[in-house]
């Protein structure tokens, strides 16, 4: 059974920092990449940032470029995201995101959500 379970959420000011943490279990299909996206109230859930599993190229959503990095750790099959500079419009609820593909299936994978509210 799959399972990302993520953590490192919380409440912090306008200017502050937090890291999120992803730890993956249980893919044994071929990893494609891991990402994060957030979904804010009344919002659709949107890609925050990418780390490709293949050749560890990253993607970050413009408004977060500068203030935000991806990482991994293999040994512990986890994916991070570390947040700086934090402003309140990026509150919002953080979803972890596997995509995985075993032959010519693809797979989808979600965490449960970890909410980040920052205050101005």
């Known amino acids: 059974q799959v399972e990302l379970v993520e953590s490192g959420g919380g409440s912090v000011q306008a200017g502050g920092s937090l890291r999120l943490s992803c730890e993956a279990s249980?893919?044994?299909?071929?990893?494609?990449?891991m990402g994060w996206f957030r979904q804010g109230p009344g919002v659709e859930r949107d890609l925050v940032a990418a780390l490709s599993w293949t050749d560890s190229k990253t993607y970050y959503k413009d408004d977060v470029k500068g203030r935000f990095t991806i990482s991994r750790d293999n040994a512990k099959n986890t994916v991070y995201l570390q947040m700086n500079s934090l402003r309140p419009e990026d509150t919002a609820v953080y979803y972890c995101?596997?995509?995985?593909?075993?032959?010519?299936?693809?797979?989808?994978?979600w965490g449960q959500g970890t909410q980040v509210t920052v205050s101005s």
């Open positions: 995101n596997a995509l995985s593909v075993s032959g010519s299936i693809k797979y989808d994978y």
């Open positions: 249980g893919i044994t299909s071929s990893r494609l990449s």
